[in-house]
């Protein structure tokens, strides 16, 4: 089994891909801003379907013998994460204490704040570049020599805005085709690591519901796909044959 990072681990895409990867027994780190809703996150992956379960081990008979628990995940644990303080990542994560070999990050954090151009002032940009781009290119960074020693994957999720840019969506969606370019480039740079790029289209998010506030419209997950979908997806990349790459996926509501 591999060990991943998962950045925005506390909900949406971040926190079903977590789920899925805890299902099939892989050792997770799970990165978000707050501390209470990693754990939160960290309790539901080890409860319920994911919980360990009690073997009875029997002897050479046939009759019961000693009860074993058994769990079929791996380890998980927390490590708290300001993206929107990029420079203090590399201080962050060494004091987490990361392993030296890192099968693969998936980048899921992300912000969206909509407004035109005549509208968004300078800490509007800043905001979303700092945790949509420069924080994954920091983080990325940091974790090269653990990605390297692996031969991992570096998972970006990125957003239809990432090939397109919409009206009132200029600063997410510069963001997001920064990094595409970050993903373009990792993967000319780095040939022992497979680098992968999802774009979403719109999904059951709290970040779609507040999306539809900003745009003043009534909001219905069910239009839109489902966070679980999307992990799937992402979670096939990650376990396709080391032959090959999954170098760009597209993903949209049925």
Known sequence: MGMYLITGATGGIGAATAGLLA?????????????????????????????????????????????????????????????????????ALAEAGLPDRLDGVVHSAGMVDLGAVAEQDVDHWIDQLMINLVSAAELTRILLPALRAAEGQVIFVNSGAGLRANPKWSAYAASKFGLRALADSLRAEEPSLRVTTVYPGRTATEMQRKVHAQEGRAYDAAKFTDPATVARVIVNALETPADAVVADITVRPR
């Open 23 to 91: 299902e099939r027994g892989h050792d997770l780190l799970l990165a978000g801003r707050s501390a209470e809703r990693l754990n939160d996150v960290n309790r539901r992956i080890t409860s319920g379907a994911h919980a360990a379960t009690q073997l009875i081990v029997r002897d050479r008979n046939g009759d019961p013998g000693a009860v074993r628990t058994a769990s079929p995940r791996g380890t998980t644990r927390a490590v708290t994460l300001d993206l929107t303080e990029p420079r203090r990542l590399e201080a």
